[in-house]
């Protein structure tokens, strides 16, 4: 990997220390690479091999950060919002990094599994309409589920007139509740298709992406980084 410099270095893995910060750390010789102390702001190091220490406290290098999200109602799905709370808020503040984003949308009015990096590659290839990436869906409704709406679902079915969708998975849990995996991301889908079956969603939950499931113990609101299986396992759906 090509060598960054030491102040960049550590304002990108520390979420709060500004790149001025990082300087003033630097001034005090709070600060050593491989067990040296490095006073200048633009020593060059190799992130994945040099050990940078700050007070004696080893920072951990990670390239890029993969956190999983259980988002709440009334959240929105944005970087920033001037009037709706965004789930970039949500972050405690040592998961908060420059560049982050969420990689993919879910409703304002839906709950669960929201992924946010900031590795643009990856978001990429999975909203790419090339990839794919399975999403599974828990979903509540307001009247009972048509079994005939399972082949409905895998046939791939139209919306509103005109806007073809690819085949999805219908899972029918009891009488008003099922799971369903979706392989592209329309505009509020899984809603729009259950309207054309003549129901209509009353709750509805991200509990999957790819082959990763949200964890269960998450509570509403709260976020954490992604395990490097779960990492492996996202990276190998696409």
């Known amino acids: ?18 790149r001025t910060g990082a300087k003033e750390l630097l001034k005090k010789g709070l600060v050593t690479v491989d067990g040296v102390t490095v006073k200048r702001f633009d020593h ?4 994945e091999k040099a050990v940078v220490a700050v007070s004696g406290n ?31 808020e949500l972050l405690p503040p040592e998961l908060r990094r420059q560049g982050l984003f969420p990689a993919g949308r879910l409703d304002k009015d839906s709950v669960g599994f929201v992924l946010l990096t900031d590795d643009g ?20 409704l307001e009247n009972p589920v048509e079994p005939s709406a399972v082949d409905i679902f895998a046939s791939g079915m139209t919306i509103d007139g ?59 609101g709260k976020a954490r980084l992604l395990e490097d299986n779960e990492i492996k396992s996202l990276i190998s759906c696409q």
Do not use: W
């Not at 060059?44 to 992130?47: M, T």
């Not at 956190?67 to 970087?79: D, F, Y």
């Not at 999975?126 to 509540?140: A, C, I, N, T």
């Open 1 to 18: 990997m090509s060598q960054i410099r030491l102040d960049k270095f550590l304002s990108g893995q520390m979420p709060e220390i500004s």
């Open 44 to 47: 060059k190091l190799d992130p």
């Open 58 to 88: 080893v920072i951990s290098y990670r390239e890029h950060l993969y956190i999983m999200l259980n988002k709440p109602s009334g959240v929105v799905c944005a970087t920033r919002d001037k009037v709706t709370e965004t789930v970039m």
């Open 121 to 140: 590659d990856l978001a990429h290839r999975m909203l790419s309409p090339v990839s794919h990436v399975p999403k599974k869906y828990f979903v509540r």
């Open 162 to 220: 005109d806007e073809k969708c690819l085949p999805a998975e219908l899972e029918i849990l009891s009488e008003n509740e099922c799971f369903v995996t979706l392989h592209e991301g329309k505009f509020h889908q899984i809603k729009r298709m259950f309207e054309a079956t003549g129901n209509q969603v009353t709750y509805l939950k991200r509990v999957k992406i790819g082959g990763v499931d949200l964890d269960d113990q998450l509570e509403e």
